[in-house]
């Protein structure tokens, strides 16, 4: 067989498990495939490997004694499968993070995992490929079955396991590992695992020939990391339930305190409007014109001051129809409420679902603009407005605070900024990744009659 | 002139309204009127292309069975985007915020006692002729950004600098008491904006006008306002031969 074609032959199967471990951990991680770093990873996987390849061939040629031969191409071998795949892996989640700005640890963990799948499939298929192949038909014939199938597979897997990680929605569980230091560990200690598994066999047990009973231990592994995943995800899902409940009992005792100084204002109102009604009475018997006159004057903005507030603020709640929404604002203005600040809401139509933007980065977008209003607004006759205005094409989003202190805008877009000290101030500059995460965002921030405005507007679908 | 436009359902109501405009007008010797009633928002916009802008408008905030006096308002500030709105509406607590954020609507005037509406339509109308008064025609060069369906016009003088946030197109805009980010890349401002703008770095526009200082050997541009952009390598280069030139 000449060199070019072996060449070829190891280039072409570098190429597709590049491919294929790209897209099967951009798929994990939930993103979109996207062909320019996928060449880029392409390229450098296979480069790579041959750089690594070249390396053993000349430890190998080096070498003379024969029995010390054996061990070096062990090590090496460890080496070229364990810090190869580490290496790849972590480059992967590098342009993972740069291109589609995914998390490096989520990345990487995804890497592993990607790594896995697509190792099983393509050794399991070497396995079998090798073991049936026809022996008559030439060399060529026995590269393509036993080389070119194997890798194409990995690709086929990918073509299969990414559209079924895409609709379970994989990575809501795969993320939850992550919401913890310790888990993500385990997570990643875990996926490396999976990912060595196979070279770690192949160093303990080198004289193994592969036969059925292996390839069985290996499907069975899969099938042990899957029941693992799905408890995982079933247990993720669990915790999330007690969470939106417990958000739901929140709300609703919100809502209920709400409700409850509703009525007494109600009541109040109501005893004072007899008060005032048999006086009116009075002064109706007795013809009194001027004196009626004067006090439909003063009473006619009576019950607007009265009521107005609580009842425009139920009005605006209840136009917002993405629940979790407004289950965030609700336990938002009931704190504004005990710290004293005065809220003003206003959703003048109703907010659905149909926003371009993830609920999520919504939720904590919004969270993190109400809370900073929140802590600028003066202790003393604080004042924060939140409006919502959803139409045809857009959701205008603003929130505004008065303050003590006009905050100098300047050093606002520097990184960290914050008047609460050391450790916090996060918040905008999460604020601010969430808004470049979404596409055709629009947020500005601007001083308004002594108002510090933050507006976010979001296309609709 | 600056013509009134008056749109209620409510005969009782436009005739006082215009009742009191008409005496105030008077009384403030505005350079305002003739004042127009209609009862229909439809008719509003047909009597709106009539006569010139910018105008006032005094809107009903609701009309059963019609357009909301917010699409009203925004389909007037499409013709008309310096107007002052003002609504009328019956009741003190509705959501003015939204229409005062959104389409910049001046204040609003409480259906009921004479005297009250009286203070309020004064106050408006002063305020209506303060801001005209103190309106400079500006002629400096505008920058255009299209957001949604609407342009922003903003005076050049007031761009301090554009920053390139990175990820997927994304600038923010450093104005005088502004930031706004949104989806765009800076080549396209770099190109739009001119000699007037420096690229001091892969990532920085700024405005030539507003620079302070440039400081070479830390590499760091100071804008007008204490703001600090990082200075490239390759931009101090670039600086270097043009001050060269220039010297020669």
Redesign the interface.
Known sequence: MPLSFRLFSVGVSYICFGIGLYALASGILEKKIKALPCVIYTIYYLFANALILAGIFRVYVQVDAYEYEYVYVNVINLLNGTIGNLLHAIMLAFILRRFLGADFWQGLAAAFLGNFIAYTVNSVLMEVTSYYSPTFGGMYLYTFITIYIPHLAVLLAAAIVVPILRKSSFYRYFSHLFSGKLWAAGTLLFSFLLMCVWQVLDWLYPDTTPGIGYNIFFFALIVVALFWVQFLAMYAAGQDKIRAQEETIAQHQAHMALLEELQQEIRAFRHDFTNLFSGLTLQAQEGDLAGIQDFMRKTSSYFDEKLGQEIQQMDGLNNIRLYPLRSLLTTKLADMKKRGIHSVIEVLYPVDNKIVMETEDLLRGLGILVDNAMEAAPQTDGTVRIILLQEEKELYIAVSNNYDKEPELSTLSRKGYTTKGKGRGTGLASYRRIVSRCKGCVARTYLKDGYFMQELRLPVA | MIPIYICDDEKAISDRLVHIITNQIIILNGDMGPVRVTDTPEKLLELQMQDTIPAVYFLDIDFPGRMSG?ELAQKLRLHDPRGFIVFITA?????F??FR??LEALDYI?K??YN?MTVRVRECLTSIQERLSSEQPKNGRYCTIR???TIRHIPVDTILYF?A????H?L?L?LD???????NTLEHFAEEMGEDFWRCHRGFLVNRSRIRIVDLKRQIVF?D???ECPLSRRAKTEYNAQRKQDAK
Do not use: S
């Open positions: 917010l009741h003190h607590n509705f959501a915020e939204t954020l959104r409480v009921g006692d009250a957001l949604f369906d920053e946030l990175g990820f997927k994304t923010c450093h008491n502004e930031l706004l980010e949104f989806n804008m306002n204490g703001e």
